[in-house]
């Protein structure tokens, strides 16, 4: 067992700078000297010296042999993988090379509708055709649930030459899918399982949240080890735990997506992170796990509040719950997630991840302390006196189905296409998705013919001005079809 004190990349980057060598590579602001003074003046001198390139002692991404390999392999052994990249284009790269791996030129993948929009980019780049899978609608708080094995079982009975399946797990919302069981079904199947599991890698490290997907049998896991285990942002983590997987086909995937000028900063970032989980990891997300709890309790208890917890287990594919995720509803009193979203940041200087039209989400983790719980919940205790005389919403309605497959993602990428009025574009193919943002789940992808359905959906969206990811009109006055 490796020793997970040691930080290799970090430490070659002291003795680098350590050395002080005349200085004629890439980045060019060789350290501080050549940074503006008002950043400077910010943030000091000591961060840009970390900033550096490929040098005999700091390694080289692509072709790893040194520092660099040494802190992917003690990642892979404490997240328990059989070898680990790091990824410094977040986790959207590691899906990418995922799926590209998967359909390898043109085979089938199962994707659901849930997935992160990367999924689609992993299939315009490598020509992959999808198999969608649709999950349950949890009603009560109008979230996008799990995936059920039997549902993976069914896609395979109707498409036994797929190749794999991506499954989003934990989501957003904290929301675990059955991950043994489709993985048992895809390897029963001789397909591969790929977890998004952006949102997981704390799971590891505490039995009050969600089993990891590596610990449940997926054969590859991405995440985003930014997003709550204390990385900077844009770096994550590619894990393999599989004999199923060609190595050299994935690594040359890889090249495909990552830059050639790998951020010194983010690997640092990836290799100290680990360092600190290693150590204290357990400590770390019973922390954030416990001031969720407590946070929850409360909210609860405040009248026109709820905020979802464990009690979806069970429900709509649900498997399990991430509790550090606080999905906080205010329609019993008529507010939408969006407004209390607005309400909690502009007149309480309170920021939350995103919202829905119900819900907004708070991600707690172990960097929070308590008064930051605090200020969420007196919050939402003064926004519940000053509303009490709203009116109920409407039931969440559920995603629009799958529209009409005509065309390959990647086909209806590179055909000829049209800018056409919106209001013109029902029965037209679509040539860019459409993702309600956050969390970015496509109703449409480019290949699928625009249904009404589809079109009502993200009409009504569009009618409160909401947030849409895909659109190159952003406004969505227009939209671009195949010609």
């Known amino acids: 067992m490796n020793d997970q004190n040691r930080t290799p990349l970090f430490d070659a980057i002291v003795e680098y700078n350590t050395r002080k060598p005349a200085y004629f590579c890439i980045p060019g602001h060789r350290y501080e000297k050549g940074i503006s003074p008002i950043w400077r003046e910010a943030v000091g001198d000591a961060i840009f010296s970390f900033d550096l390139t490929e040098t005999p002692l700091t390694d080289d991404l692509h072709h790893a042999s040194g520092a660099i390999m040494e802190a992917e392999q003690l990642a892979a052994e404490l997240w328990g993988?059989?070898?680990?990249?790091f990824l410094v284009n977040g986790s959207t790269s590691g899906n990418e090379a995922m799926i590209i791996t998967a359909t390898h030129g043109g085979g089938k993948?199962?994707?659901p509708r849930n997935a992160h929009k990367s999924a689609l980019m992993g299939l315009i780049i490598g020509?992959?055709?999808p198999v969608y899978i649709m999950p349950e609608l949890e009603r009560e708080w109008g979230l996008h649930g799990g995936i059920a094995p039997q549902a993976v079982e069914d896609m395979f009975r109707d498409n036994p030459d797929c190749r794999g399946v991506m499954v989003v797990s934990p989501t957003y919302y904290g929301i675990a899918s059955d991950i043994k069981g489709i993985a048992d079904v895809c390897h029963q199947h001789g397909a591969i399982l790929m977890v998004d599991e952006a949102h997981?890698?704390?799971?590891y490290f505490s039995d009050r949240l969600p089993q990891g997907a590596l610990e449940l049998g997926a054969d590859m896991c991405v995440q985003s080890?930014?997003?709550?285990?204390g990385s900077l942002t844009q770096s994550s983590m590619l894990h393999v735990k599989s004999d199923r997987i060609k190595k050299s086909r994935l690594e040359s995937n890889l090249t495909l997506v990552q830059s050639t000028s790998p951020s010194y900063l983010l690997m640092t970032s990836l290799d100290v992170a680990r360092q600190d989980m290693a150590a204290r990891g357990k400590e770390m997300i019973d922390k954030a796990a416990g001031l969720a709890i407590d946070a929850r309790e409360r909210i609860n208890a405040i009248p026109g509040m709820t905020c979802a917890g464990r009690e979806l287990i069970g429900r709509a594919g649900i498997h399990d719950y991430d509790i550090t995720r606080l999905v906080v509803s205010a329609d019993d009193i008529g507010i939408t997630g969006f407004d209390l979203k607005k309400m909690l940041f502009y007149d309480y200087n309170v920021d939350m991840e995103l919202a829905d039209y119900r819900n907004t989400l708070a991600i707690v983790t172990f960097a929070n302390e308590k008064e930051d719980l605090d200020r969420l919940v007196d919050a939402l205790e003064d926004i519940a006196e000053k509303n009490q005389d709203g009116s109920l919403l409407p039931l969440a309605k559920k995603l629009p189905e799958q529209p009409e497959y005509v065309l390959s993602p990647r086909q209806a990428y590179f055909s000829d296409r049209e800018r056409i009025p919106w209001m013109d574009a029902r029965g037209r193919i679509a040539a860019e998705m459409i993702a309600p943002y956050p969390p970015g789940i496509p109703v449409i992808y480019p290949g699928e013919r625009m249904s009404d359905e589809v079109w009502e959906y993200v009409e009504?969206?569009?009618?409160?001005?909401?947030?849409?990811?895909?659109?190159?009109?952003?406004?969505?006055?227009?939209?671009?079809?195949?010609?």
Do not use: E, W
């Open 127 to 129: 020509g992959g055709n």
């Open 200 to 203: 997981g890698a704390h799971c």
């Open 109 to 111: 993948v199962a994707i």
């Open 460 to 483: 009504a969206f569009r009618q409160r001005n909401g947030h849409l990811h895909g659109p190159s009109d952003g406004k969505l006055s227009t939209y671009v079809v195949v010609r």
């Open 81 to 85: 993988a059989d070898y680990t990249h």
């Open 225 to 229: 080890i930014h997003k709550v285990t």
